[in-house]
């Protein structure tokens, strides 16, 4: 395996059908995922009705900005359309890049691992030639190239080895694996669902099963894609896997944003096949485009995308084990638990008060959290530390701005994990105006004090 | 790679084994009868609480008439009985937010307090008013009747002058009684619909945000955050203000009933958790038994005990909030702050877990 590796050449070509491909299939789901997104309301709902937005650190300048929001969309929207169609290819998929991760900046509360694949696969399709074959750009220019490098498109399957690797090995943990949680949980309020409903999901060892062939597969997965004597049944898997997760969970356009990443794992004749059929029944197009063999990158450009790439790959290994610098309870903390595939890995949940207080008088009154924040975001805020304390810091200033004097703001929070009775989260006698929002530890939360600990990673 | 098949083999017959010997032993379904539980819920609770409601109510109204028609003193104490018995049945029925309760607004044009008095004097001086506008939610229902029997005046005299010798005092009458007749409308109006909906009622047992159960359990947590906790306890005495507000108390003029139906309240909230039948001390199916299946009886006892305890803490108060704000306010949040524990039981240990779809829920999850 090393060996392959080192012996990995960066000059070999491969056909360009599965690169095109996926540009389609990414840009259609890209596209139908914003229709969806604006046809549940959820643009008015997420970002224009709440006051109060919530911040990654270092990005406040990002908000929603009124009714341009929708505008925001649409140019999101249609610049995946384009993507899809490969029409002014690298412009369409610049645009979509920066409109699509203003979307997400604009509110930490909507945070999805699945946005942060989007954004990642996104960037790297910014470099990649997946106009080469089989776009517009390729039938304007009357030249479409029938081989492109082959590391562009193991790029794209180095990513979903990361994801799904990185997502195995943070069940490797007790809770997932011996207490058979998030699961247990999840599975048995699904009793409403038709056949299964009462019987499978209220089975303990229906959880503990699930547990631990949902950790084997997005551990073996990749190695059995890469394989061909493999791939197609590992491609079954993918199908059941993703479908039944949907079925279970609220996760919208992901599963089937995955099921169709993992079609560049095939090989080119499959791609051609579906390219050769769209060519047919659906573009009934009989024309031939001049063909060139070969696409290069000029010898700069294939140099500068290849640093990029290292340094990326580099940080997209390492990124998702950041947390292992912060002490404590990762579940409890949360300190590096984002952008991590840690998908559905537990099941959180708060509530968090706050109190103003005249540190001169000591005098104090209590917030009504509805009176800022949306239900949603109340949901969020009240188990996430940095919510916390961002919302601290907008409480302590609006009440500054309103008059009050020497404002204190203290939180009085709890937090139930994976089914343990709920325990104090936050020091109560911390004023949290005081502390400063960075990537250091937070000392004001308080240390994870159930009896049952999780080990693991 | 030869060897990754054969681990990933092992694996597998490993995993097989585990489950099949999980298989032998006794298979735990989940037995737990959501249905069962909403018919406790309507049988036991709800319809009997409804009833004995529309009883006290149909008696507050013919009270009305007798008082309107003869005011004098006993006519006027006899009033202010019906309306405190009405008034304590209705604490346990507010925390039912469904069906025409729900499309009604019922709570809100039953128990909005404190009343805004000027709404109040200006329909009767204008005498052209609409009881089902949104703006007059704060001018009628038990908190105008407080004012209008114990709030017009300092002494009962006075407060007789204003129905017998006052110049407008036709427009004081009529005015009990629109309220009254508002009043009962509203609940036989309701309780006439949940009667003939409950068999359609206690089937509405899927886990999604509009069904029966769930809908019940989340306005059953909001009714006690906000109706009991915040609005009996935590904005009278100064909680979410600079400072107390004793006359938000509920019963402000009557003044000496806020305890009392404080307590009614707490107890109706906890004989719903507890399943325990309508003024009987049998009890069924409920939201307690629903946890101890769960296996989460960790949670179920932590509850009943925290209800005992604030129970306990809201004895110790006066019978007039108000008077207990100005004199001891701390035993006052004292008893909030048990309250409050209790939020957290219900709204963050018990929700996660029946990991009921919450109604805001809509977005994607991960």
Not at chain 1, 312 to 325: A, T
Not at chain 1, 400 to 414: L, P
Not at chain 2, 91 to 107: P, R, S, T
Not at chain 2, 132 to 138: A, E, H, I, L, T
Request: hydrophobic share 45%.
């Amino acid at each position: 395996m090393l060996m392959k590796i080192l012996k990995y050449n960066l000059k070999e070509q491969t056909n360009a059908a599965p690169l095109a491909i996926f540009r389609l299939f990414f840009g259609l789901m890209m596209f139908a995922s914003i229709v969806r997104f604006w046809a549940n309301g959820w643009i008015e709902k997420l970002y224009l009705v709440p006051e109060f937005h919530f911040s990654y650190l270092g990005f406040s300048w990002i908000k929603p900005i009124g009714n341009y929001t929708y505008l925001l969309f649409i140019i999101c929207g249609v610049s995946a359309l384009f993507v899809a169609i490969g029409y002014k290819y690298r412009i369409a998929i610049g645009i979509f890049f920066l409109s699509f991760l203003y979307i997400e900046l604009m509110d930490k509360t909507t945070y999805l691992n699945h946005y942060y694949f989007i954004s990642i696969v996104t960037f790297l399709l910014l470099f990649l030639p997946a106009n080469a074959y089989f776009s517009v750009d390729a039938f304007l220019r009357k030249k479409q190239y029938q081989q492109v490098p082959k590391w562009t498109i193991d790029s794209l399957k180095l990513m979903l080895f990361i994801i799904y690797l990185s997502a195995g090995f943070v069940k490797l943990n007790s809770d997932w694996l011996f207490r058979a949680m998030p699961l247990k949980i999840w599975l048995p309020s699904k009793y409403d669902l038709p056949i299964i409903g009462e019987n499978l999901m209220q089975q303990n060892w229906f959880h503990f099963a699930m547990s631990w062939s949902g950790m084997l597969y997005d551990l073996t997965i990749p190695f059995l894609l890469l394989y061909k004597r493999t791939r197609f049944v590992a491609f079954l898997f993918v199908v059941f896997f993703h479908v039944f997760t949907r079925v279970l969970f609220p996760i919208g356009m992901f599963p089937f944003i995955m099921i169709v990443s993992a079609l560049i794992f095939f090989d080119a004749t499959l791609h051609n096949k579906m390219i050769d059929f769209l060519r047919k029944y659906v573009l009934k197009s009989k024309r031939v485009l001049l063909s060139t063999p070969n696409f290069y990158f000029s010898k700069v450009k294939r140099k500068v995308v290849l640093a990029i790439f290292s340094v990326f790959f580099i940080v997209q290994i390492l990124f998702p084990w950041r947390s292992l610098c912060y002490p404590g309870e990762l579940f409890w903390t949360e300190e590096g638990y984002r952008f991590s595939w840690r998908v559905m890995l537990m099941e959180k949940a708060g509530s968090t008060n706050f109190k103003i207080v005249n540190l001169a008088t000591g005098r104090s009154f209590s917030v009504n959290n509805t009176d800022f924040l949306t239900a949603f975001q109340e949901k969020q805020m009240s188990y996430q530390p940095d919510f916390i304390l961002e919302y601290a810091h907008f409480l302590g200033d609006h009440f500054t701005k309103q008059g009050h004097k020497n404002v204190g703001v203290f939180a009085d929070s709890y937090v139930a994990l994976n089914g343990r009775l709920s325990t104090r989260f936050v020091d109560e006698k911390v004023d949290l105006y005081q502390q400063k929002a960075s990537f250091s530890h937070k000392k004001w939360i308080l240390p994870f004090q159930s009896e049952i600990k999780i080990k693991g990673i | 790679m030869f060897r990754k098949f054969i681990l990933l083999f092992v694996a597998a017959i490993a995993i097989n084994a585990c489950s099949s010997s999980e298989e032998m032993s006794p298979i735990i379904t989940d037995s737990f009868d959501r249905s069962a539980l909403l018919e406790n819920i309507a049988d036991n609770i709800m319809i009997p609480a409804y009833e004995d409601f529309s009883v006290e109510m149909s008696a507050l109204k013919s009270q009305g008439e007798v008082f309107t028609t003869t005011p004098n003193q006993m006519n006027l104490e006899a009033l202010r009985v019906s309306w405190f018995a009405a008034y304590k049945s209705w604490q346990y029925i507010e925390m039912f937010d469904i069906g025409k309760a729900e499309d009604l607004q019922f709570k809100f044009y039953m128990n909005i307090y404190p009343v805004t008095v000027s709404d109040i004097e200006g329909n009767i001086a204008s005498e052209s008013y609409d009881l089902n506008s949104v703006n007059n939610q704060d001018a009628q229902g038990f908190p105008a009747l407080d004012y209008l029997l114990y709030g017009l005046a300092d002494t009962d005299a006075a407060i007789l002058d204003k129905y017998v010798t006052a110049e407008n005092k036709e427009s004081y009458k009529n005015y009990i009684g629109a309220v009254l007749e508002q009043m009962n409308t509203l609940t036989t109006t309701v309780v006439s619909d949940f009667k003939a909906q409950r068999n359609s009622f206690v089937i509405s047992i899927e886990n999604t945000a509009t069904s029966n159960i769930n809908k019940l359990i989340n306005d059953y947590i909001y009714y006690y955050e906000k109706g009991l906790r915040a609005n009996k306890f935590g904005i009278p005495s100064g909680v979410f203000s600079d400072t107390p507000l004793p006359e938000k108390v509920e019963g402000r003029y009557n003044s000496t009933v806020s305890k009392e139906l404080a307590l009614t309240a707490v107890m109706a909230v906890q004989n719903l958790f507890e399943g325990k039948h309508y003024k009987a001390s049998t009890t069924g199916v409920s939201l307690k038994s629903y946890l101890i299946k769960l296996d989460r009886t960790d949670i179920a006892t932590s509850t009943t005990s925290q209800f005992n305890i604030a129970t306990a803490q809201i004895e110790t108060l006066a019978d007039s909030f108000a008077t207990q704000i100005d004199t001891d306010n701390i035993a006052m949040t004292k008893a909030y702050d048990e309250l409050q524990i209790a939020v957290r039981l219900l709204k963050l240990d018990m929700l996660q877990a029946f990991n009921i779809s919450v109604d805001y829920q809509d977005a994607d999850g991960d």
